[in-house]
């Protein structure tokens, strides 16, 4: 199946055997965002919404899903997740505000935390997305990606080379 890890001899799918991998400290950032109106802009930034305060709820709903990514992405191994932050940053565009989410995850194990850190970061803007829907279900989530890794010894370090958003 050539570069393809999870999959077995017979092509079926597989979890990957990481038992010989040494364990080092391996952080993952990923980037996700949601553009949103003036109207729902001002209610979160002013805490609004009838809801609850909903950077407050986003983080936590990130962090909750980042130590959850095992039971929603079938091939992930249940790792012990170290540290988990979320940070939040508003750019104001031509059609709305853009907020900016980056979801950083660090374990010390023998696989990585890039996909903790992209459910981390898709859960947060959805769960915006939730707590703002009766005001506009117009909001766009997007783009989501990895940032950065680092860690590990088969795999370079990866930086995603991005504009500032």
Same mark, same amino acid.
């Given at each position: 199946?050539?570069?393809l890890t999870?999959?077995?001899?017979?092509?079926?799918?597989?979890?990957?055997?990481?038992?010989?991998?040494?364990?080092?400290v391996?952080?993952?950032?990923?980037?996700?965002?949601?553009?949103?109106?003036?109207?729902?802009y001002?209610?979160? &930034?002013?805490?609004?919404?009838?809801?609850?305060?909903v /950077?407050a709820?986003?983080? =936590?709903? #990130?962090?909750?899903?980042?130590? *959850?990514?095992?039971?929603i992405?079938?091939?992930?191994?249940?790792?012990?997740?170290?540290?988990?932050?979320i940070?939040?940053?508003?750019?104001?565009?031509?059609?709305?505000?853009?907020?900016?989410?980056?979801?950083?995850?660090?374990?010390?194990?023998?696989?990585?935390?890039?996909?903790?850190?992209?459910?981390?970061?898709?859960?947060? &803007?959805?769960?915006v997305y939730?707590?703002?829907?009766? /005001?506009?279900k117009?909001? =766009?989530? #997007?783009?989501?990606?990895?940032? *950065?890794?680092?860690?590990?010894?088969?795999?370079?370090?990866?930086?995603?080379?991005?504009?500032?958003?």
């Amino acid at each position: 199946m050539g570069d393809l890890t999870h999959f077995n001899e017979s092509g079926r799918a597989k979890m990957v055997d990481v038992s010989n991998k040494p364990e080092t400290v391996r952080i993952a950032t990923a980037h996700s965002s949601i553009l949103v109106n003036k109207e729902i802009y001002n209610k979160i &930034a002013n805490k609004e919404i009838k809801k609850g305060d909903v /950077l407050a709820v986003a983080q =936590v709903a #990130g962090i909750m899903a980042t130590k *959850s990514t095992p039971t929603i992405i079938p091939m992930c191994h249940p790792i012990p997740i170290q540290g988990v932050d979320i940070e939040f940053n508003w750019n104001h565009e031509n059609d709305g505000y853009r907020l900016i989410i980056e979801v950083t995850v660090k374990t010390k194990g023998s696989t990585g935390v890039e996909m903790e850190a992209l459910t981390g970061a898709t859960a947060t &803007a959805l769960t915006v997305y939730d707590m703002c829907k009766a /005001l506009d279900k117009g909001m =766009v989530i #997007g783009p989501t990606f990895l940032l *950065s890794k680092t860690g590990g010894v088969s795999s370079p370090d990866f930086h995603k080379q991005t504009k500032k958003q």
